[in-house]
C-alpha cells in the first residue's frame, strides 16, 4: 500500500511563489528575444521554473531522509531500494537539462565584439 503526502495550502502557496520568482528569473536571462521567440519559450520557461524548484525540494528530501529506502514483499522478504524521491529527482534532472538546453538555442547567436585594435585604419591609411 502506498501513502500519498498531502501538501498543506501554505506549503503550496509557497512553493507557487518560489516558482513565479523562478519565471522571472529566467524571464530576466531570457529578455532578449524576439516577441515570437519568447511566445515559444513561455512554456518551455515555466516548466523549467517548475523542475528548477521540484528538484529543490527532492534535493531537500533527499538530503534528510537518504537515498535508499527500505521495502517488504511479502512475510519475510525484506530490502532496499533507490528511494521514489531519487528515481524522480533522476528523470526531472535529465528532462530539465533538455529544457534549458532547449531555451538556450532559441537566444540568437552573435559573434563576440572585438575591440577595435587599429589594425584596419593603420593598413587603410596606407
Known amino acids: 500500500m502506498e501513502i500519498k503526502k498531502h501538501v498543506s495550502k501554505a ?4 512553493k507557487e511563489e ?8 529566467l524571464n530576466t536571462v531570457f529578455r532578449g528575444l524576439d516577441t515570437k521567440t519568447k511566445k515559444v519559450a513561455e512554456s518551455l520557461i515555466k516548466n523549467a521554473a517548475f ?4 528538484l529543490e525540494d527532492l534535493q531537500e528530501t533527499i538530503n534528510s531522509e537518504g537515498a535508499v529506502s527500505e521495502y517488504q ?4 522478504q525484506w530490502g ?5 524521491e531519487v528515481e524522480i ?3 526531472m534532472i535529465k528532462n530539465h537539462s533538455t529544457v534549458m538546453k532547449q531555451l538556450s538555442e532559441l537566444v540568437p547567436k552573435t ?3 572585438q575591440e577595435d585594435d587599429g ?3 593603420f593598413v587603410g591609411g596606407k
Open 51 to 54: 523542475m528548477a524548484i521540484t
Open 89 to 91: 529527482y533522476n528523470t
Open 11 to 14: 506549503e503550496r502557496e509557497h
Open 80 to 84: 532496499t531500494k533507490k528511494s521514489p
Open 18 to 25: 518560489r516558482i513565479k520568482k523562478e519565471i522571472s528569473r
Open 111 to 113: 559573434p563576440p565584439k
Open 73 to 76: 514483499n511479502g512475510e519475510n
Open 119 to 121: 589594425f584596419d585604419e
